[in-house]
């Protein structure tokens, strides 16, 4: 196992943070570039989105926490500033989606998933140095959120809103969604950034709200006969359950067990930790013989072969938390075969998915078996943040 957490250190600081910190600084404009593609080429005039820099912030945040290095603070720093200057909304709330390169914002709406990033970051920021103005900022984001996005009579969060928090017709994170007011991906990226701001603020609304978040997944979102999580839904919680997405279901039982530790209540643990159990179990459906984990598949398709186009590739997020979810059930549930799992994924990602030449991950090995190299290398959706999480997950797990 030290092997292995030395394994983890070395990708952590010479393939991930080193090429962030080397490739990705802005000098121009400020902040950190938008986007450079599949072959690792710079684009210059990308857009920065507000995830990305979300990301960056956590990323280099806990990256200080976790190994004490100064290079690793002026980063999260220099993240932390960029956002206070750029992204934060100071007439409405909340945070912009999108800034041209120059940082000028060109996507004003509010778009929750990346407000709960912002918390995320903003409270390991804190959780790292203590910095006061990150903690008000989380907790300034976390209001915003209650007071404009929770749905108190359906209950749960509505996925987004215009800069002035009026309703919206697109509410989309990305073209491959559906259009649904409330979304399984948006409560798992609420429940992860309340958990970490619940850390370092044991504030009574906040503490009631991550519980009602645990209380919405094992209800609404757990569906009650796969034991995989749903995806997309209307105001009253209905929708179609026709996608199987097998990374987000083992992220969900690590982030669910998170929660639950940091709540303390042992009844509740009691309660919910079965439930978990079966949300892993359901989600290694989707490891296959070369010990990867698929990304997802639509209900009754054949599992062999693979679901075509990304379904079938084996995309670098969702090894990252098949790593931790699988070792999360090694840890809480004793299952040794679920270590030998997560040892496998581990084994196929570091021969596969790094780029051990030029620093950072490939999006995913196609189901040919080729490198995809027509997504990103590093842009709005492919950012340090699985990656680095997975590192640190293991080196504090084993450590």
Same mark, same amino acid.
């Given at each position: 196992?030290?092997?292995?957490?030395?394994?983890?250190?070395?990708?952590?600081?010479?393939?991930?943070?080193?090429?962030?910190?080397?490739?990705?600084?802005?000098?121009?404009?400020?902040?950190?570039?938008?986007?450079? /593609?599949?072959?690792?080429?710079?684009?210059?005039?990308?857009?920065?989105?507000?995830?990305? !820099?979300?990301?960056?912030?956590?990323?280099?945040?806990?990256? +200080?926490?976790?190994?004490?290095?100064?290079?690793?603070?002026?980063?999260?720093?220099?993240?932390?500033?960029?956002?206070? !200057? *750029?992204?934060?909304?100071?007439? &409405? $709330?909340?945070?912009?989606?999108?800034?041209?390169?120059?940082?000028?914002?060109?996507?004003?709406?509010?778009?929750? +998933?990346?407000?709960?990033?912002?918390?995320?970051?903003?409270?390991?920021?804190?959780?790292?140095?203590?910095?006061?103005?990150?903690?008000?900022?989380?907790?300034?984001?976390?209001?915003?959120?209650?007071?404009?996005? &929770?749905?108190? #009579?359906?209950?749960?969060?509505? @996925?987004?809103?215009?800069?002035?928090? #009026?309703?919206?017709?697109?509410?989309?994170?990305?073209?491959?969604?559906?259009?649904?007011?409330?979304?399984?991906?948006?409560?798992?990226?609420?429940?992860?950034?309340?958990?970490?701001? &619940?850390?370092?603020?044991?504030?009574?609304?906040?503490?009631?709200?991550?519980?009602?978040?645990?209380?919405?997944?094992?209800?609404?979102?757990?569906?009650?006969?796969?034991?995989?999580?749903?995806?997309?839904?209307?105001?009253?919680?209905?929708?179609?359950?026709?996608?199987?997405?097998?990374?987000?279901?083992?992220?969900?039982?690590?982030?669910?067990?998170?929660?639950?530790?940091?709540?303390?209540?042992?009844?509740?643990?009691?309660?919910?930790?079965?439930?978990?159990?079966?949300?892993?179990?359901?989600?290694?459906?989707?490891?296959?013989?070369?010990?990867?984990?698929? /990304?997802?598949?639509? =209900?009754? @398709?054949?599992?062999?072969?693979?679901?075509?186009?990304?379904? $079938?590739?084996? =995309?670098?997020?969702?090894?990252?938390?098949?790593?931790?979810?699988?070792?999360?059930?090694? #840890?809480?549930? $004793?299952?040794?075969?679920?270590?030998?799992?997560?040892?496998?994924?581990?084994?196929?990602?570091?021969? *596969?998915? %790094?780029?051990?030449?030029?620093?950072?991950?490939?999006?995913?090995?196609?189901?040919?078996?080729?490198?995809?190299?027509? /997504?990103?290398?590093?842009?709005?959706?492919?950012?340090?943040? *699985?990656?680095?999480?997975?590192? %640190?997950?293991?080196?504090?797990?084993?450590?």
């Amino acid at each position: 196992m030290e092997a292995l957490k030395a394994d983890m250190r070395q990708v952590l600081e010479e393939n991930i943070l080193q090429y962030w910190m080397e490739r990705m600084v802005d000098e121009e404009h400020g902040g950190f570039y938008g986007r450079r /593609d599949g072959e690792d080429h710079l684009i210059k005039d990308a857009p920065k989105g507000a995830v990305l !820099n979300a990301r960056i912030l956590w990323t280099f945040s806990a990256a +200080y926490r976790v190994l004490s290095k100064p290079a690793y603070l002026d980063m999260a720093l220099r993240a932390k500033e960029y956002i206070l !200057n *750029h992204f934060i909304d100071y007439e &409405y $709330g909340g945070v912009y989606w999108m800034l041209d390169f120059k940082g000028n914002p060109i996507d004003c709406r509010k778009q929750i +998933y990346a407000i709960g990033f912002m918390i995320y970051g903003f409270s390991e920021l804190y959780r790292a140095t203590g910095d006061e103005k990150a903690l008000k900022t989380a907790i300034q984001l976390f209001n915003d959120i209650e007071r404009h996005a &929770y749905d108190s #009579q359906n209950n749960g969060y509505i @996925e987004a809103l215009t800069r002035e928090w #009026q309703p919206i017709g697109d509410m989309r994170l990305s073209d491959k969604d559906e259009n649904g007011s409330r979304t399984m991906n948006t409560h798992l990226h609420i429940l992860e950034p309340y958990t970490n701001l &619940y850390r370092v603020w044991k504030d009574k609304e906040l503490e009631q709200q991550l519980r009602n978040l645990i209380h919405i997944f094992v209800t609404k979102i757990v569906n009650a006969h796969s034991s995989h999580l749903d995806l997309f839904f209307d105001d009253h919680w209905m929708g179609a359950r026709d996608i199987v997405s097998y990374g987000h279901d083992i992220e969900a039982a690590w982030l669910l067990t998170e929660a639950l530790e940091i709540l303390g209540d042992e009844q509740l643990i009691s309660e919910i930790m079965p439930i978990v159990n079966r949300i892993a179990q359901a989600a290694e459906e989707g490891i296959q013989p070369c010990g990867a984990m698929l /990304d997802e598949r639509r =209900v009754g @398709e054949s599992m062999s072969p693979p679901l075509k186009g990304q379904g $079938g590739d084996f =995309v670098w997020w969702v090894q990252c938390e098949c790593i931790i979810g699988e070792l999360n059930q090694w #840890q809480h549930f $004793g299952d040794n075969e679920a270590l030998a799992r997560a040892l496998r994924c581990w084994e196929y990602t570091k021969q *596969h998915l %790094i780029d051990w030449e030029h620093g950072e991950w490939y999006w995913s090995i196609l189901e040919n078996g080729k490198i995809n190299l027509d /997504d990103d290398k590093a842009g709005p959706w492919k950012c340090p943040y *699985h990656n680095t999480r997975m590192c %640190i997950e293991v080196m504090e797990r084993i450590g």
